[in-house]
Every structure is written in structure tokens, then in C-alpha cells.
């Protein structure tokens, strides 16, 4: 069965630099969401889309953005990267906001 | 505020040997709890959704079971392969609607052969 595509898997970037993180739900799947899980630690609620609008949102920092696009791809922007900024970022997908959400691989982001 | 805890934060079982996992929750509304399983450095792999106290779900060796204020997930003569972080989260029921899902911090489980 497809699963949620994530790009790219790994990326390492300087502080100060820019990173964006590409989501690809599965398919016919509307509602995408973003999470950010620092090492040890349990998956944060950055923010959610649904019908290419934004649903929800969590503890994102301002530097961060996104959207979702036609195709119900999403994109996470974020700029003025920090140290801490370095984990692994989640997206999920689910169909109907209110069902199960099925995670990707994730992007593992390292700021150095 | 929405909190979850997922107790023990790791535990060693020998394979065959059945146990619980523990998740309890304070949510204003519970719009529905979830456990999935994480291997090291992948994503959370969606295990079962439940909503309403009294429900049970069964896969495999896993059952899940939900009260009003806690989650068991039953693990039945695990095998090596268990071994993961189980983790619990809740959708709270909130007004105008949240998607969001509130995670518990984990259980790290170890089945030796």
C-alpha cells in the first residue's frame, strides 16, 4: 500500500541557512500534518492542512511556514535555521480530519 | 492543559512473557486515543484508534483497551520483533475542532530471545 513520501530523508544545513521539507500524502488522502521530534523526545504538533487551508496549528516557531499545494503536497519552510532546530520531522496524512493520521519516514535535519 | 503518561518508560520482557503498557491521559474532551509503534529513526507506524471508554481492539499479540482515563496495550507472548517504543497520544475534542495529536513520551519495550 502507498505510504506518506517524505524528501528529503536526510539534510544537514549551517545556522542562519534556509531548509525546506517536502510532504507527499497518501493518495486521496486531504488533511496533512507536520511534527517535530527532538532526540528522546515525543512528536511535537507544528501544524496541520486540510483542503489546501490551514487547519491547526502548534508550537511553530515564526521562522517556520507552510502550505499545502493543488496535489495536496505540503512544504516546510524554515529559515534563520538554529542548533536547536536539529530533529526529526514528521509529516502525516489522513483522510477526513478526524481519522487516523499515518505517519512517513520522516526528515532527519541536522543544523550545524 | 492535555496530558498524557505512559508508564513504564521501558521495560525488558522475555519472549512468551505477556504484559502491559500503561497510558493515562487528562484531556477536557476525548475525541480518541491512539497507539502506534516507532523504531529507532522511523516513523510512527499506526497500530489502532479508539474512542469510546469500554472499547477493545485486537492485532496479532497487541490489544488495546481504553477507560475513562487510561489506555492499556496488552502485549501476549511477545516475540523479539516487538521490541520498539509504543507510544500512546490523544485527539482532544476541543471547540471549532483540533487535529492535532498530544503524545505520551513512550515506552521503550525489549523482548529478549
Known amino acids: 500500500a502507498a505510504g506518506v513520501i517524505q524528501s528529503p530523508r536526510h539534510l544537514i544545513k549551517e545556522k542562519r541557512e534556509t531548509a525546506t521539507l517536502k510532504c507527499y500524502p497518501i493518495?486521496?488522502?486531504?488533511?496533512v500534518y507536520w511534527y517535530q521530534q527532538g532526540p528522546g523526545q515525543d512528536p511535537q504538533f507544528l501544524i496541520s492542512?486540510?483542503?489546501?487551508?490551514?487547519?491547526d496549528k502548534g508550537s511553530i516557531p515564526d521562522r517556520f511556514s507552510a502550505q499545502q499545494f493543488s496535489d495536496y503536497h505540503s512544504e516546510l519552510n524554515m529559515s534563520s535555521l538554529e542548533l536547536g532546530d536539529s530533529a526529526l520531522y514528521f509529516c502525516?496524512?489522513?483522510?477526513?480530519?478526524?481519522?487516523?493520521?499515518?505517519f512517513g519516514p520522516g526528515t532527519r535535519l541536522t543544523v550545524l | 492543559e492535555d496530558q498524557v503518561t505512559q508508564s513504564p518508560e521501558a521495560l525488558r520482557l522475555q519472549e512468551g512473557e505477556s504484559s502491559s503498557l500503561n497510558c493515562s491521559y487528562t484531556?477536557?474532551?476525548?475525541?480518541?486515543l491512539f497507539w502506534y509503534r516507532q523504531d529507532p529513526g522511523k516513523g510512527p507506524e499506526f497500530l489502532f484508534t479508539?474512542?469510546?471508554a469500554g472499547e477493545e481492539k485486537e492485532k496479532e499479540r497487541l490489544k488495546a483497551t481504553l477507560t475513562k482515563k487510561e489506555s492499556f496495550l496488552h502485549i501476549t507472548a511477545p516475540k523479539p520483533e516487538d521490541s520498539a517504543t509504543y507510544l500512546c497520544?490523544?485527539?482532544?475534542?476541543?471547540?471549532?475542532?483540533?487535529?492535532?495529536?498530544?503524545f505520551g513520551k513512550g515506552t521503550k519495550l525489549t523482548v529478549n530471545p
Open positions: 502525516a496524512s489522513s483522510q477526513n480530519t478526524y481519522n487516523e493520521q499515518f
Open positions: 493518495p486521496r488522502h486531504d488533511t
Open positions: 492542512f486540510y483542503e489546501k487551508m490551514q487547519s
Open positions: 484531556v477536557s474532551g476525548l475525541r480518541g
Open positions: 479508539l474512542y469510546s
Open positions: 497520544a490523544v485527539q482532544p475534542l476541543t471547540q471549532g475542532g483540533s487535529e492535532k495529536l498530544v
